[in-house]
């Protein structure tokens, strides 16, 4: 159960939540959070329902993208295509 | 592998493939292929997911990663062996641009958002409800993605869909990591805008 947190304290943390969300919920960041900042993001999801719906919204987006990755794996014969030249210039017979 | 043409290295009893003893022209020849094999053959799948990306479509990305392999080929003697991905992913984008150049407009990637929508056929999730769910989502996302910005979106679609890190990114959009970085998260936060209406069943109470 979530409790709805009041008062200028906690809009401070919905706005630093906002800013490291990404890298909390991304699998690569460019900067990955720090243990004390994981820490603190946790706390406030679990006492901050607008932040932690935020979170659930990002997961799905980043998750439909990762779906369309599956549709964008290339075709057996590109694969094919490609490998068969790395072994063609690597056995010195450019085809 | 060895002696493929009837040629064996020549060498003490029990020795190795490479060993010194090769002659070093034939031995350093070797090197390299072996090298480049090493090098190139885990990231023909990135390559061409990449390419894609940045063509649109599946026969332009054949054409765009042969010249790359080819053009990284060439280049392989000057190549120091880190970080072998973000060298070819260089290359490739190179060989987008001179593509380009050459004059295909129609490569241009506004086809991308037909090519991204998703077919009706993969599921990742365990209920039908779930799987119905997610396949309207996605179809929604897609179009969302379409309709993004061309920076926006193919920042969007090289980290979250072709899965580079930031660095990698960066170097086929040519462009310092800080900006792939803010591209994503803008394109992230517009997509999270255009699918506002599509909240999570029993979310966003
Ligand atoms: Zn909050």
């Known amino acids: ?34 243990p004390a900042e994981r820490d603190r993001l946790e706390r406030h999801l679990s006492v901050c329902e607008r932040c932690a719906t935020s979170a659930t919204e990002r997961r799905r987006v980043l998750a439909a993208l990762d779906r369309l990755g599956d549709q964008h794996a290339p075709p057996p014969a590109s694969l094919r295509r490609a490998h068969d030249l790395v072994r063609d210039l690597t056995d010195g017979d450019p085809a | 592998m060895a002696g493929r043409d009837g040629k064996e290295p020549e060498g003490p009893p029990g020795s190795e493939d490479m060993t010194p003893s090769a002659a070093p022209a034939q031995r350093g020849e070797a090197t390299r292929a072996e090298a480049f094999a090493r090098w190139v053959e885990p990231e023909v799948e990135v390559l061409l997911r990449v390419a894609h990306t940045l063509t649109g479509s599946w026969s332009d990305a054949d054409d765009v990663v042969q010249d790359t392999l080819v053009r990284a080929w060439g280049a392989v003697d000057r190549f120091d062996g880190r970080h072998p991905r973000a060298w070819l992913l260089t290359i490739l984008r190179r060989t987008h641009l001179n593509s380009l150049r050459r004059g295909r407009p129609d490569l241009v990637e506004d086809d991308v958002l037909a090519r991204h929508r998703p077919a009706f056929g993969a599921a990742h999730a365990s209920s039908p409800e779930q799987v119905v769910d997610d396949r309207a989502f996605d179809a929604d996302v897609a179009e969302a993605v379409g309709s993004l910005g061309e920076q926006f979106r193919r920042a969007v679609l090289l980290v979250d869909v072709d899965h580079l890190t930031y660095d990698e990114a960066a170097a086929v959009l040519d462009v310092p990591t800080g900006t792939v970085v803010s591209r994503v998260s803008r394109g992230r936060s517009r997509l999270r805008a255009a699918l506002a209406h599509r909240r999570p069943r029993g979310g966003s109470r």
């Open chain 1, 1 to 34: 159960m979530t409790r709805r947190m009041q008062g200028p304290r906690s809009m401070l943390e919905c706005w630093w939540s906002g800013r490291v969300l990404d890298r909390y919920v991304e699998q690569q960041p460019a900067i990955p959070l720090t």
